[in-house]
C-alpha cells in the first residue's frame, strides 16, 4: 500500500499526559485502572511496529498484538478482546472493512478506528457502514491517534454527525451513479465489446475492421451504438467507463489515440 511519508513517528510529543487521567471509560476507574487494550492491524510491519512502541508510551494503553493482515486481524480480535482496533483499509486478502464487520459480528462492544492514507469521505460512510467508530488519517500525530483510541473508548463520536450524513449521502448518491453506469454497459452486445477490446489494445479502426470481419461503415455504425448506449461523446470516453467497470481489461488509455 502507498503511505504518506508524513505517518505516525514515535519522536512526537503524546497528547496525554501518559498517566491514563483522560481515560473516562468506568473499566479505568479506581486505583486498579485498567489500561486500555489496543489491537494494531496493518500489512506494513514496520509501521504497525513504530506505532505500537509510540502507543505503548502511554501508560494508559497497551498494545496487545499487531496483526498484518484481516485474517490475522479477526483471529487476533477474537483471542485479545481488544478495547480498540486500529484497522489498516487496504490490506491484501481480506481487506480492513471485511474485518471490521467480522470482529464487529463477534465483539459488538470492540471500537474499531479504520486508518487510511486518505482523507476520503466515501471511505468514511463505507467505515461507519462497516460498523467503525470512524476514519483516522495515517498522517495524524499519534498523540491524536492516542487521544482518538481514549475518545472511542469512552463511546464519544470521532465525527461530526453531519460530516457522517452528508458523506453516507455521497456514497449514496455514488452507488446510484455506479448502477446506473453497469446498467448501460450491460446493453452492449457481446460484438460492441469486442470492438471495445479491440481498441483498449490499441488497434486502429481499419484493423479492427478487418480482425472482426466487418466493412469500415459496418464498425463506424457499431461504434456509433457503442456511443448512444454509454451516454457518452468519444471513444476515449466509451473506454474510460467500460475499463473502470471492468467491461474490458486495464490499459494505458494515454497510448490509446
Sequence with gaps: ?????????????????????????????????????????DDERTFGEALEVALDREKDLRVVHVATDGLDAVASAT??????????VSMPGMNGLEATRRIKRCDPEAAVVILSGHDDEYMLARAVQAGAAGLLRKTQAVGDVASTVRRVHRGEAIHDQSEVERAQRRLRHRRDVDGDVKGRLERLTPREIQILEAMAAGRQPEEIAAELGMSPNTLRTHTQNVLTKLRVHSKMEALVLAIRYGKVATVDLTEIV
Excluded: C, S, W, Y
Design 1 to 41: 500500500m502507498t503511505r504518506d511519508q508524513g505517518g505516525p513517528t514515535i519522536d512526537e510529543p503524546m497528547a496525554g499526559n501518559g498517566n491514563g487521567t483522560e481515560t473516562g471509560n468506568g473499566k479505568a476507574n479506581g486505583a486498579a485502572r485498567k489500561p486500555i487494550t489496543v489491537l494494531i492491524v
Design 79 to 88: 483471542e485479545f478482546h481488544p478495547d480498540v482496533v486500529l484497522m489498516d
